[in-house]
């Protein structure tokens, strides 16, 4: 698979060394978007539903299936509040730049190196936190919440197409095969990532699943 948008390249200083600002193409732009979207109307539900849980112990959430989907066994976990709030309302935060970041880059505005990095820090805490809440949600608490599993994705994605921008931009040094790899299939690592952790919700619950 190929780019249809202009690979991303930096412009070079008086040294030869990548560092100017850069934009990025329209796929990538709207990448950002959707997987920011899709991050911020999990975060949104998970915290109107967290607030009427708060509201009414008795509250089912829509998504609390069956005992294995069960979004209101992850809420009522000490893991859904890790850093003092509901861990949605950071997402509403996190997930809302995100969307800015990629609105902002359709106008055709470029950032310097130093943005991208922190862009590309910012994704790689985001997803860091989600393989914890992963596994705790997989072998501590022992449930799934769906709309958990829709942010753990939309991060994944973004995460690896941010680190590809930045490969293939000269931000992160890496050596000639690696930049073409990440202009050509940047697809490939996060279905990877992603394909690994359905494997891992398969065979943690492979017994409900095939009963």
Not at 51 to 73: A, H, M, W
Not at 74 to 83: C, L, P, R, V
Not at 117 to 135: E, P, S
Not at 167 to 174: D, Q
Request: charged share 10%.
């Amino acid at each position: 698979m190929t780019t249809t948008a202009p690979l991303d390249t930096a412009r070079t200083d008086a040294d030869g060394h990548k560092g100017g600002a850069v934009g990025a193409s329209r796929a990538f732009s709207w990448t950002l978007i959707i997987t920011g979207a899709a991050g911020l109307l999990a975060a949104w539900v998970i915290t109107l539903d967290k607030f009427k849980l708060l509201e009414d112990k008795n509250f089912k959430p829509g998504c609390s299936i069956n005992p294995v989907v069960s979004c209101g066994n992850i809420m009522e976990s000490d893991q859904a509040s890790a850093f003092g709030a509901p861990n949605p309302m950071i997402g509403l935060v996190a997930y809302g730049i995100v969307i800015c970041v990629g609105v902002t880059l359709l106008t055709r505005a470029t950032f310097p190196r130093w943005y991208w990095l922190t862009f590309n820090a910012g994704c790689l805490f985001g997803v860091g936190f989600c393989t914890w809440l992963m596994y705790q949600s997989l072998y501590n608490i022992g449930s799934l919440c769906l709309w958990c599993c829709l942010a753990w994705v939309a991060t994944i994605i973004m995460f690896w197409f941010v680190t590809a921008h930045n490969v293939r931009s000269g931000f992160l040094p890496a050596p000639a095969g690696l930049r073409s790899f990440a202009d050509e299939f940047p697809w490939v690592l996060p279905v990877l990532h992603i394909g690994v952790i359905g494997i891992l919700i398969l065979t943690r619950w492979w017994s409900f699943w095939t009963s």
